[in-house]
T-cell receptor, first 114, second 114 residues
């Protein structure tokens, strides 16, 4: 069965520092995608970054980068130069070629301290 | 601006009552989804639809029903058979259903039982 694990229920980071949010996944599909979403207190899910299983380079989007280690089945999100507005819940999600759904992890709450 | 509109933002249900959550998108997306989010947990798929007049059950479809009569609309009915309906409900859409297509989310509906 496909599964996503986020082992950090909550994280604190000092403003302007970098932080890594962990995500491991389990799938036997050869083709899959990994997403990270941000959910602020307003509730809306905001897309941050995507990594395909066949992508050779780690994905980057502005201050967000994805540390993709395929052999270890991990897809950690790195946020550089944290800002107060980064305080939110962060979800890792796995999309498979077969199965027609996006499987979400339990999320990590990030709090940025000034 | 294109996007997904969910209404109402807050909804209260009495015992034995059916309630319907609205989801409308003007992104011209083919695929639409309903997710349920419980406190401290990730999102779980209730139903999804890839084309008009067709939809499939997700992981937790019992006690819910949907329709897809128009491309833009995908309402969710929480029936009296759903014994624990209190949750945050998120509607999403994507261009098509594939591993690399990101989901766009609405701002959610919080459903509570009176």
């Amino acid at each position: 069965a496909q599964k996503i694990t986020q082992t950090q229920p909550g994280m604190f980071v000092q403003e302007k520092e970098a932080v890594t949010l962990d995500c491991t996944y389990d799938t036997s599909d050869p083709s899959y995608g990994l997403f990270w979403y941000k959910q602020p207190s307003s509730g809306e899910m905001i897309f941050l970054i995507y990594q395909g299983s066949y992508d050779q380079q780690n994905a980057t989007e502005g201050r967000y980068s994805l540390n993709f280690q395929k052999a270890r089945k991990s897809a950690n999100l790195v946020i550089s130069a944290s800002q107060l507005g980064d305080s939110a819940m962060y979800f890792c999600a796995l999309s498979m070629e077969y199965g027609n759904k996006l499987v979400f992890g339990a999320g990590t709450i990030l709090r940025v301290k000034s | 601006d294109g996007g997904i509109t969910q209404s109402p933002k807050y909804l209260f249900r009495k015992e034995g009552q059916n309630v319907t959550l609205s989801c409308e998108q003007n992104l011209n997306h083919d695929a639409m989804y309903w997710y349920r989010q419980d406190p401290g947990q990730g999102l779980r798929l209730i139903y999804y639809s890839q084309i008009v007049n067709d939809f499939q059950k997700g992981d937790i479809a019992e006690g819910y029903s949907v329709s897809r009569e128009k491309k833009e609309s995908f309402p969710l009915t929480v029936t009296s058979a759903q014994k624990n309906p209190t949750a945050f409900y998120l509607c999403a859409s994507s261009i098509i259903r594939s591993t690399n297509e990101k989901l766009f989310f609405g701002s959610g509906t919080q459903l509570s039982v009176l």
